[in-house]
Each structure stands twice: as structure tokens, then as C-alpha cells.
């Protein structure tokens, strides 16, 4: 049962800039965290939207160069990449949040859907 | 930062019991999820809550958290088991953090 569907990835040059989007059930109200995957690697968090649009938090790694969005008016959420690195390769995946109380996002969340994923290479 | 730790590998033979770690600072303080990847797909959230199970998951995966550990147990492991796994926590309310994965042979 597919939930979340990733699209955008694709090969590019370091210094560009990538945008990767994310719909499906729960997109416009949950929160929704990006989580990537380098080959043959763990799962490191990229960055988090809370389910009210208002607070957006990002790993070290990308901030200052990533930035979510969400466009609820089409069930919609962004991932802007700018000054892509060779290390930003990945598998990037989409997830919803669920908490305690539903879908307010806190401390307490965890990942309940994920999405299969969009491979963004980077490489001169 | 906050720092999960889990062992980078485990084995285990078909019916035993399968025992994972991840281990952080005061991390029983902290709600833990787990996730299980097999080869080529995406995670799936197998524990939330330290301890509870989302509808499909078997009762065989069970779940705790105290100290600085939290543990994913597998029961009656089967083949089908064979996965990494990978434990999740906040460090606070704007970072999230994943342990960095266990992969599980069954022998």
C-alpha cells in the first residue's frame, strides 16, 4: 500500500541545485520528515516540517543549503537542494510523522509511512 | 550532538531470539521507534513508543527502553527476519536523530 511517492532525483553536477517533492495521504497535514540514504549507508535525517507548516528544522549537514516547503493547495512538499555536494548523494525518502495525540509533531513522533525513495547523484 | 549506538551486526539462528541495542545518553527518557529495511525497499516502522506495535507488525518484535538502552527483541526468528534495523529518537524538538543500523543475519 503505497502512501508516499517521492520524485525529482536524478543525476547532477556539484554546485547545482535540485528539488525534490513528496505527495500522498497525510502530505498537507502531518508532519513530514526527509531521511536519506548514501549506497551502502545507514539512514540519516535530513529535516523536518511540523504538521502546522510553521516550524522547519534541518540537520547540520544541509543547513543553511536545503529548505522544505509545503504547498497545501495541492497536497504537496518541497525539498530545495542548493550547492549540491558529492556527498549529498543518496536515496532520498519522504515520512510521515504520527504522534501520541495524532498529528501534532513533537518529541514524542515517530515515522509511521514512508515513501520508496529518489535517488539524487551527484557527480562531476 | 546526540549519538545513538547500535552494534553493526548480529546473528542469530531461525526460532531463537534476536536481540538488538541502541544505546544513548539517558535515552529512557526518550520515546524510541524501530525500523526495519530489507534489501532494495524502504524502511518500515515495526515499534513506536518504545514498546508498541502498529497493525502488522508481529507479536513476535517486542520492544524496551530504560537507562541508556533501548532493546529490539525478536522472537521465533525467521528467515524472513533477515534486515537491517534501525532505532530512532529525538534529541529535542528540532533534531532527529537514527542509530546507525544493525544488520541481521539469520544463520
Known amino acids: 500500500q503505497v502512501q508516499l511517492v517521492e520524485s525529482g532525483g536524478g543525476v547532477v553536477q556539484p554546485g547545482t541545485s535540485l528539488r525534490l517533492a513528496c505527495v500522498g495521504s497525510?502530505?498537507?497535514?502531518?508532519?513530514i520528515h526527509w531521511v536519506r540514504q548514501a549506497p551502502g549507508k545507514g539512514l540519516e535525517w535530513v529535516a523536518v516540517i511540523y504538521n502546522d507548516g510553521l516550524k522547519k528544522y534541518y540537520a547540520d549537514s544541509v543547513k543553511g543549503r536545503f529548505t522544505i516547503s509545503r504547498d497545501s493547495s495541492e497536497s504537496k512538499l518541497f525539498l530545495h537542494m542548493e550547492s549540491l555536494r558529492v556527498e549529498d548523494t543518496a536515496v532520498y525518502f519522504c515520512?510521515?510523522?504520527?504522534?501520541?495525540?495524532?498529528?501534532?509533531?513533537?518529541?514524542?513522533?515517530?515515522?509511521?509511512?514512508w515513501g520508496q525513495g529518489t535517488l539524487v547523484a551527484v557527480s562531476s | 550532538s546526540y549519538d545513538l549506538t547500535q552494534p553493526p551486526s548480529e546473528s542469530v539462528l531461525p526460532g531463537q531470539t534476536a536481540t538488538i541495542t541502541c544505546s544513548g545518553h539517558e535515552l529512557g527518557a526518550k520515546f524510541v521507534s524501530w525500523y526495519q529495511q530489507r534489501p532494495g525497499q524502504s524502511p518500515l516502522l515495526i515499534i513506536y513508543q518504545d514498546s508498541k506495535r502498529p497493525s502488522g507488525t508481529p507479536d513476535r518484535f517486542s520492544g524496551s527502553n530504560s537507562g541508556n538502552t533501548a532493546i529490539l527483541n525478536i522472537s521465533g526468528t525467521q528467515p524472513s527476519d533477515e534486515a537491517d534495523y534501525y532505532c530512532l529518537a529525538w534529541e529535542d524538538s528540532t533534531s532527529v536523530v537514527f542509530g546507525g543500523g544493525t544488520k541481521l543475519t539469520v544463520l
Open positions: 515520512a510521515r510523522d504520527r504522534g501520541p495525540s495524532g498529528t501534532e509533531t513533537s518529541t514524542y513522533s515517530w515515522l509511521e509511512a
Open positions: 497525510g502530505v498537507s497535514n502531518h508532519g
